[in-house]
């Protein structure tokens, strides 16, 4: 390419890139906070891990024995760390964080799925609302916050 075509094609660039107008978008967007319940009522003794995660009915676990959620073993998107160490709770915590919808509770996956009947969950149904709707409305409550 000669030094004159090398000129001309350099005041095309600059000529085409003068010819487009800026646009302003705006600010940029804000990422929105996740859902993210007490952490104290989720750990404490007899709180949401014992409850919906890890209950004393095994079968009804979603870590025990290899389970779908268990990190090691887990065959889905939500992996947690069992047994918990104190620095792992916060890790379990935003785990679970991603599957809860603050504005409504009871649209959240981490309910949802285990849910009888209400998503397909390839665990099965671990809750069903019966006469208490246990653990349901326990977790709805807790991502509800105070």
Not at 119 to 134: F, I, K, M, Q, V
């Amino acid at each position: 390419m000669t030094r004159g075509m090398r000129r001309l094609a350099v005041s095309f660039l600059l000529l085409g890139l003068a010819a487009c107008p800026t646009v302003d978008l705006g600010d940029t967007p804000v990422t929105p906070p996740l859902c993210r319940p007490s952490l104290e009522d989720f750990k404490k003794v007899g709180g949401i891990w014992d409850v919906a995660v890890d209950p004393p009915d095994q079968t009804k676990s979603c870590i025990a024995n290899a389970g779908c959620h268990a990190q090691a073993t887990g065959r889905s998107a939500l992996r947690l760390i069992n047994p918990p160490t104190a620095l792992d709770w916060d890790t379990n915590l935003d785990e679970i964080a991603q599957f809860l919808d603050c504005a409504s509770p009871s649209n959240s996956l981490f309910i949802q799925k285990p849910e009888a009947g209400v998503e397909p969950h390839l665990g099965g149904d671990l809750w069903t609302c019966d006469s208490t709707c246990e653990p349901i409305r326990t977790v709805e409550r807790w991502i509800a916050g105070p």
